[in-house]
């Protein structure tokens, strides 16, 4: 389960206005700013549905761990990746950097 400080960091993220996030997940516009102001709690199955939704957008929700605390990033698709790659792989061999 995402904590309000997870679904705000995500709809940044992933580029989602509260409307957006509010079509996207079946919750309301109101629901959500309540649970994102820490005013008020989120039903769990409507927490769920922001989770789904969020994730469908491209975040991945990091859980509290042995490596660090809770968080959300950014997935990378194949093709996303593939390109990544050909930029690392771009510029041929490097030479010295020798300056008088």
Request: with cysteine; charged share 25%.
């Amino acid at each position: 389960m995402i904590t309000s400080s997870q679904c705000r960091a995500a709809r940044a993220l992933v580029g989602y206005s509260i409307d957006r996030l509010s079509v996207a997940s079946g919750v309301s516009r109101e629901i959500i700013e309540m649970f994102e102001r820490r005013l008020e709690n989120a039903e769990p199955e409507d927490i769920a549905s922001l989770q789904s939704a969020l994730e469908k957008g491209g975040a991945i929700f990091i859980p509290d761990g042995d490596t660090g605390g809770i968080g959300v990033r950014l997935k990378f698709n194949r093709s996303q990746t593939k390109h990544i790659a050909t930029l690392e792989g771009e510029g041929g061999i490097v030479g010295s950097d020798d300056v008088p």
